[in-house]
C-alpha cells in the first residue's frame, strides 16, 4: 500500500541548477513531512521538515512548499552541488503511530 | 558520542534459513524502530521497540520479530528466509518523546537470500 508517492525515480541536473522533487499523500492524518537525503553505504538522514499549516520552509538551499489542499508537497534545492548527489525520500508521519511512511524515492545526480 | 551502529553490515543466507540482525542505539535513545529497505524503493516500517516492549508493527508477517535489551540495543530476527528477504535492514533510534521523523538510522545491514 503505497501511501506517499515520490516523482521522479530519477533526475539530472547541472551544478547551479534548481532540483524539485514532489510527492502527493493520501492519508490526511499525516501530520509531519520530513525529507531524507541518504548516500551510499549510509542510512537515510534527516534534511528538513514540515507541519501541514505552513505552507513554506526554507533552511539553506533546502526548501519545503507543502499544498495541504492539492496533499502534495516538494524539496527544492538551490544552486545544486555535486555533493547533493544523493537519493531523496519524502516522509509522513502521523504523530503516535510510531512509524514513517517513505515515497520511493529519487535519485539526484548533479552534474559538474 | 557515537551514532547508530549496526552488525553485520553483509550477510548472505540461504532460503528458508534463520538470521540475526543487530542494532545499537545513540547515547540516550530508548527507542529503536526497524525498517526494511529492497533495492529501489524507500524504507518500510517493520516495528519499533519501547522499553523492551514492541510498541507498533508494520505490515510484515509473525517471522519477523525483534528484542530490545536493557541498555536499549536490539536485534532483528527473521526466520524461514524467503528471496524477496532481501533487502537493507535499517534501525533508527530515538530520544525519550520524539517523534518518528527525529530518529536516527544506522548504514543498515545488507541482506542477500539466495
Known amino acids: 500500500q503505497q501511501q506517499v508517492k515520490q516523482s521522479p525515480q530519477s533526475l539530472i541536473v547541472q551544478k547551479g541548477g534548481i532540483s524539485i522533487i514532489n510527492c502527493a499523500y493520501e492519508?490526511?492524518?499525516?501530520?509531519?513531512f520530513p525529507w531524507y537525503q541518504q548516500f551510499p553505504g549510509k542510512g537515510p538522514a534527516l534534511l528538513i521538515a514540515?507541519?501541514?499549516?505552513?505552507s513554506e520552509k526554507k533552511e539553506g538551499r533546502f526548501t519545503i512548499s507543502f499544498n495541504k489542499s492539492a496533499k502534495q508537497f516538494s524539496l527544492h534545492i538551490m544552486d545544486s552541488q555535486p555533493g547533493d548527489s544523493a537519493t531523496y525520500f519524502c516522509?509522513?508521519?502521523?504523530?503516535?503511530?510510531?512509524?514513517?511512511?517513505f515515497g520511493q524515492g529519487t535519485r539526484l545526480t548533479i552534474n559538474p | 558520542e557515537t551514532g547508530v551502529t549496526q552488525s553485520p553490515t553483509h550477510l548472505i543466507k540461504t532460503r528458508g534459513q534463520q538470521v540475526t540482525l543487530r542494532c545499537s542505539s545513540q547515547?540516550?535513545?530508548?527507542?529503536v524502530s526497524w525498517y526494511q529497505q529492497a533495492l529501489g524503493q524507500g524504507p518500510q516500517f517493520i516495528f519499533q521497540y519501547y522499553r523492551e516492549e514492541e510498541n507498533g508493527r508494520g505490515n510484515f508477517p509473525p517471522r519477523f520479530s525483534g528484542l530490545q535489551f536493557p541498555n536499549y540495543s536490539s536485534e532483528l530476527n527473521v526466520n524461514a528466509l524467503e528471496l524477496d528477504d532481501s533487502a537493507l535492514y535499517l534501525c533508527?533510534?530515538?530520544?525519550?518523546?520524539?517523534?518518528?521523523?527525529?530518529?536516527?538510522f544506522g548504514p543498515g545491514t545488507r541482506l542477500t537470500v539466495t
Open positions: 547515547s540516550g535513545h530508548n527507542t
Open positions: 514540515i507541519r501541514p499549516d505552513v
Open positions: 492519508n490526511t492524518a499525516f501530520d509531519y
Open positions: 533508527a533510534s530515538s530520544l525519550p518523546g520524539a517523534s518518528s521523523y527525529e530518529q536516527y
Open positions: 516522509a509522513a508521519e502521523t504523530q503516535g503511530a510510531q512509524k514513517l511512511v
